[in-house]
């Protein structure tokens, strides 16, 4: 089993997402890990310690000053005797006290005094997650060596509210700690890496807009497997509705024209992946309200205008990184569209595929892929995205030396 003898501290923090650490410590048990369960107060109005005793086959820890667990200096004990820190899910609170060196419960104290990786999965309100203090947080998290798994994009609990805040699904969250736990040796420590993934989504109206059917899977994977390799890996998102992968720092982008500047204020780095599908024309001039549909008139026309080329603009810019490398999704001629991109654009190395319907890969799990250098082409077999990933993250190492 993956996690067979595995220790697991989890602390759960107040949420409603508190529900699916239930799951959560199932999953980790079923792969072998024994899971210590820390309670906050928060958390214990959504979920109950006797819920978490009986699913962990574990005593429960609650209380900073509890006579019987402190006796030996319990929250020491708990800090150092795990090897791995798990907090799902990570309140906004939670989060603030972990970023200002609180100690005010048992949870932040635990936090504060381990020397065990801390993998957090996020969890809270779209309006709290994008607040500026809790993007100062996590940024301050992160620098201190705190992985993150999520959040989600997605509907929340509240009525009517949607957004990025959802805690990421256990089997993610499993997924992460499994990597976590078995990172094998970092050729890309030290390293600096910006990698695009998703679609762009370009207004023409405050309704609808003009996309593709990326879904972000390639791009996302990606992103882990380059950090997995020990770079420091920024992903420039656009609109995905899956969780942000774990080891990465993710910004979320809605056009082609944001995504470019994002990309050019974290010049320079080391490495840029740019896998997003970015639409290559937006409206020339966004209506400001809805278009209405008039009986018996024609459509209104549409002008459209030419996006910023990304990969183009990076490729030929003075602080250009040491390795670039373009996707090239193609319906037709794949390996001659894909060599006249990588002269064109400056790249390194294009990675070129069939993305026809027939084929699944739009949206899909699956891809087959040629990559495509001024040395020749490499024509790789179908495997799965997160398989890609990790094949092209091992190449730019070695390319890398």
């Known amino acids: ?12 923090s107040g949420g409603i997402a508190a529900y699916k650490s239930l ?56 800090a150092r005797d795990a090897d791995l820190v798990l907090v799902a899910p990570a309140s906004a609170d939670l989060m603030a ?21 801390v993998l957090i999965a996020p969890a809270m309100n779209p309006k709290m997650w994008a607040a500026p203090a809790t993007k100062r947080n996590a940024e301050t998290l992160r620098a201190d060596g705190i992985r993150f798994i999520g959040p989600a994009c997605g509907e929340m609990a509240e009525s009517n509210e949607a957004g990025t805040g959802r805690m990421a699904e256990p089997l993610d969250i499993v997924a ?21 993934s998703g679609p762009t989504h370009e207004p023409i109206d405050p ?8 879904s972000g899977r390639q791009g996302h994977a990606i992103a882990a497997a380059l950090a997995k390799l020990g770079a420091k890996v920024t992903l420039i998102s656009g609109p995905v509705t899956i969780a942000d992968p774990a080891g990465a720092e993710t910004l979320h982008v809605e056009t082609a024209e944001e995504m470019l500047q994002v990309v050019l204020s974290h010049l320079p780095a080391d490495i840029a992946v740019m896998v997003a599908a970015v639409a290559d024309w937006r409206v020339a001039s966004a209506a400001g309200q809805k278009i209405k549909k008039q009986q018996g008139e024609a459509p209104p026309p549409l002008f459209l205008t030419e996006n910023p080329d990304i990969l183009k603009t990076v490729g030929h ?46 949206g899909g799990s699956r891809n087959r892929v040629k990559i495509i250098t001024a ?13 890609v990933a990790d094949r092209l993250a091992a190449l730019i190492a070695a390319r890398l030396g």
């Open 207 to 214: 309704v609808r807009y003009i996309a593709n059917r990326s």
């Open 23 to 78: 799951d959560l410590i199932r999953r980790l048990r079923e792969r072998g890990a024994t899971v210590r369960p820390i309670m906050t107060k928060a958390a214990q109005e959504f979920i109950t310690p006797l819920a978490v005793g009986a699913l962990s086959a574990s005593h429960v820890y609650l209380d900073l000053f509890s006579r019987e667990d402190e006796q030996d200096v319990g929250h020491i004990r708990l």
């Open 317 to 362: 810019h003075p602080q250009r990184p040491k390795l670039v490398v373009g996707f090239a999704a193609e319906t037709q001629d794949v390996e001659t569209n894909g060599r006249a991109k990588l002269e064109r654009k400056r790249a390194d190395m294009i990675v070129a595929n069939d993305v026809s319907p027939e084929t699944g890969v739009m």
């Open 375 to 387: 040395g020749g082409t490499d024509e790789w077999p179908d495997l799965t995205k997160d398989e």
């Open 1 to 12: 089993m993956e996690l067979s003898g595995k220790r697991i501290l989890l602390i759960i």
């Open 97 to 117: 006290k972990m970023a200002h060196g609180m100690a005010s419960d048992l949870a932040s104290a635990v936090l504060l005094a381990t020397d065990r990786p």
């Open 176 to 196: 992460a700690v499994i990597a976590l736990l078995q990172e094998a040796p970092k050729p890309l420590a030290g390293r600096t890496a910006i990698v695009t």
